[in-house]
């Protein structure tokens, strides 16, 4: 083994490790959080960030304490619109959770400051625009991005009446075509590879999932119809551009999202295009909602009432007996449409389920409607 003083000897010989100091010019220039497990990632979050910083700044004025937000932030793409290229990257809702710890509390002066912030820090405006204004689909990242941003950091974390007001600030600066466009985009259905299905909302049915968010964000807007610049006529015109993009969306799921909206704006809907002359567009819309109830096994006595609030509303007899007959009219000639589709050859499973429900939703609907008419005699 040798005598101690030898192994002090070569201890002596040995070269310490050479001490470096990294100044902050030298460190890597941003922070890619994708790369950490997700378990280390939740823990510097909890740990390091919301309740902490909030602490830490109290006595900052919101200015200042957005500012250190910024410069801190803008080390990390993950927190960036368009600069993180993880599939499932955790940072936009790290961002959202850190976001409503700080500001929880604060006064709505100083939200419309941190909503500044937020669009200076991610170009969100142009960035929007960019999305809203070009060929649906085109830039299919960009939309997917500002959906997960809005989404995670703005939308989804907050209860309703704090959701309403990032929603309303999103929405705001664009005219109602643009904010339909911008609706789908953050609540719109998806495709199985994650982009919007434009295309797919036109040429078939989609499920009653893929239309629930919209719905679920159409119901939230409609229940605040007390802000101001905000009212019926501006979600309904909102709504009618949203069932026309692209192009005019397949005939049911017009249907089913307005049964998934529920009776106050399916009734909103068909009693102001009655009112307007569009007797055939209403009774169409009237004889789908019936064939959708059918399908996901709604109760048809909600859409019975909703018919006869429809009736009630015109002024006399023979306007309402003009809707009736338009409305009988229409489901004989969808009926015939579906039946020559089906006898012409196209052997097309789906188009033969659509009308044999479309038969007997047509017999569960009268068979309800006159037993409401006698029961009222």
């Given amino acids: 083994m040798g005598t101690p003083t030898a192994q002090r000897s070569r201890r002596a010989r040995r070269p310490y490790p050479v001490r470096t100091v990294t100044t902050r010019s030298q460190c890597r220039p941003s922070v890619r959080f ?32 957005l500012k250190f937000i910024s410069s801190m932030f803008s080390q990390i793409p993950c927190f960036k ?4 290229t993880a599939a499932e990257c955790l940072g936009f809702y790290s961002y959202g959770v850190f976001l409503k710890t700080m500001i929880s509390g604060w006064d709505e002066v100083e939200w419309h400051r941190v909503f500044n912030f937020l669009c200076s820090f991610t170009n ?6 960019m999305a ?6 085109v830039r299919w990242y960009l939309e997917l991005q500002l959906r997960l941003f809005c989404r995670q950091v703005l939308l989804d974390p907050w209860p309703c009446k704090d959701t309403l007001f990032w929603l309303t600030r999103i929405l705001k600066p664009w005219p109602m075509v643009l904010q339909a466009r911008l609706l789908f985009i953050l609540y719109g259905p998806l495709l199985p590879d994650s982009t919007l299905a434009w295309q797919g909302i036109v040429e078939r049915e989609m499920s009653h999932s893929a ?5 679920r964000v159409i119901v939230l807007l409609y229940s605040n119809l007390d802000l101001k610049d905000w009212t019926t ?23 089913r999202l307005l049964v998934l909206c529920g009776n106050t704006v399916c009734y909103s809907i068909l009693e102001n295009k009655a009112h307007n002359g569009q007797l055939r567009q209403v009774s169409r819309l009237i004889v789908h909602i019936i064939l959708v109830c059918e399908k996901d096994g ?32 229409m489901f ?5 449409e579906v039946y020559v589709f089906v006898t012409a050859g196209n052997h097309h499973e789906d188009m033969g389920q659509t009308l044999w429900s479309l038969v007997e939703s047509s017999a569960h609907f009268h068979a309800k409607f006159l037993y409401m008419l006698l029961k009222n005699e």
């Fill in 34 to 65: 994708e790369r950490l497990p997700a378990e280390v990632f939740h823990m510097i979050l909890d740990r390091l960030s919301g309740l902490l910083f909030k602490r830490c700044t109290l006595l900052l004025p919101t200015k200042d304490r």
């Fill in 81 to 84: 619109l368009e600069e993180c």
């Fill in 124 to 129: 969100l405006l142009p960035k929007i625009k």
């Fill in 132 to 137: 809203v204004t070009g060929k649906p689909g």
């Fill in 211 to 215: 239309l629930w968010n919209l719905a």
């Fill in 233 to 255: 006529d501006t979600m309904q015109t909102i709504l009618e551009e949203l069932i026309v993009l692209p192009e005019v969306w397949h005939m049911d799921n017009v249907a």
């Fill in 298 to 329: 709604y109760c048809m006595n909600s859409v019975v009432k909703m018919v006869h609030q429809v009736c009630q509303s015109f002024n006399n007899t023979s306007e309402r007996f003009t809707f009736i007959q338009s409305l009988e009219d």
């Fill in 332 to 336: 004989s000639e969808v009926t015939m």
